[in-house]
């Protein structure tokens, strides 16, 4: 892919203002950007007034993960799933774990290049039954996870977005319609909380679990980060728990996920596992079906249990399935519940590896 093709990729969410200026309309931080200006999110730039995505067709590298680790349990568990990012995002959370690359400067770092047919080969060829958008936020990138998520449909790949959720209304309709998933990171239950950690905004994410609940038919899972004295509360647990079950309803996956020191909260001690016990304990209580632990070693909360009467469905060791007890793809083997989600009638056999891969053999 030549570099002129990569810096001018003009993207497809903003206008001109009045005032000579371009507006992005990607996600709510509205940069308005004079010629030869970076949005926040760096990526996205005014050249010639427009928007252009400057890491359109260039990776930061590439790997085949375990689908449950983005997480996302009920979305053809098992299965492995072809992972990239770019660089930049358009938060600034102090505790991300991908700080070096969602913060990136040095475009040397986005080493693999590759058109979305080759992406979309590439996971074909490798038997993964989906590709990730992900180690960085796709919304920035959204024109290329876009196509690259066409090109997979046609090779019978689906398309996930591992994301924070922070959109727009304007660009989250067009987005989302090219993805089959979705693990969306409910970061925290407060304004305070977004803004002071993560530069960010909550409603724009409530917003997007809900569009996806109502307008979509994307299956999607919630993550939600536990940072000791941040976000741990058991009153924003509770609310949290609480709001879920009333506009999302009783089958959305949540994944309560174990902080560990990074970026700018190096001070900060790892979350206790008792925390996330506590945590999906609270959400349970409400009536969630699927809750979840993560980070963590804990069999119990990285299982799936049927909610009828309480059976294994899919007992889980970190990323590895031991039993998979499901029937007719979805239903208990002993009640006949039906367990939300996307189930082949066994499971993927990739297991736990993560496997870095070299596209231009493709």
Known sequence: MSDSL???YVGRFWHKLDDGRVLCNLCPRQCKLHEGQ???????????????????????????DPIEKKPLNHFYPGTGILSFGTAGCNLGCKFCQNWDISKSREWDRLTDEAG???????AKALGCSSVAFTYNDPVIFAEYAMDVADACHEQGVKAVAVTAGYITDEARPE???HMD??????????????KNITFGALQPVLDTLVYLKKETNVWFEITNLVIPGENDSE??????SEWIMKNLGTDVPLHFTAFHPDFKMMGYPPTPPATLTKARAIAMSKGLHYVYTGNVHDADGGSTYCYGCGKVLIRRDWHNILEYNLVNKNQ????????????????????ARRLPIDISNF
């Open 235 to 240: 009153k924003e647990l509770h609310e949290m």
């Open 116 to 122: 979305p047919e080759k992406i979309a080969r590439a």
């Open 38 to 64: 970076r949005g926040f999110c760096f990526v996205r730039q005014n050249i010639g007034d427009k928007i252009v995505l400057t890491t359109y067709g260039r990776s930061s590298g590439f790997c085949v």
């Open 175 to 177: 987005f989302y319609k």
């Open 332 to 351: 208990c083997p002993q009640c006949k519940t039906v367990c939300a989600g996307h189930f082949n009638d066994a499971p993927g056999s990739w297991g």
């Open 181 to 194: 998933g979705a693990n969306v990171d409910l970061k925290g239950f407060t304004e305070e909380f977004y």
């Open 6 to 8: 990569e810096s001018q």
